[in-house]
């Protein structure tokens, strides 16, 4: 199948499937005229490209997880997969706990400026 329905069949734009070929993650076939030929896996590489994806794998990841992918884009057991996965774990719970301290600083930042502006509302009378 061309690059056009593989991207209607998927959802994935034709832009997306071109990054994936760049990035390693699919690997077409190329006709005489230069156009992209996708066999029928292609399909369901897409699918678990973007499972994978919304995992928070990024595509260096996904690059050595995706041989080691069924169709439903459960992982088997490869060798260096599970360290590459447990290692973006760390780095997306890192993340987060970096989020959980910014969004308390925030949250303290509201309400000292709710508090210091309830304070000057009193002090000039309510206007």
């Known amino acids: 199948m061309l690059i056009g329905?593989?991207?209607?069949?998927?959802?994935?734009?034709?832009?997306l499937l071109r990054y994936y070929e760049r990035a390693g993650l699919l690997r077409?076939?190329?006709l005489p005229n230069g156009?992209?030929?996708?066999?029928?896996?292609?399909?369901d590489a897409v699918l678990r490209i973007r499972?994978?994806?919304?995992?928070?794998?990024?595509?260096?990841?996904?690059?050595?997880?995706?041989?080691?992918t069924d169709a439903e884009a459960a992982v088997r057991p490869c060798p260096g997969v599970l360290d590459a996965m447990r290692a973006q774990l760390h780095t997306l719970d890192e993340q987060s706990a970096e989020i959980d301290a910014a969004r308390d600083v925030l949250r303290q930042t509201i309400a000292t400026a709710e508090t210091a502006h309830v304070a000057q509302v009193s002090a000039t009378g309510g206007a």
Request: glycine share 4%; aromatic share 8%; proline share 7%.
């Open 28 to 30: 077409p076939e190329r």
């Open 5 to 15: 329905e593989l991207a209607e069949r998927t959802g994935a734009s034709e832009r």
């Open 51 to 68: 499972a994978l994806l919304a995992a928070g794998l990024p595509t260096r990841v996904i690059r050595q997880v995706l041989p080691c």
């Open 35 to 43: 156009y992209r030929t996708y066999d029928e896996s292609a399909y």
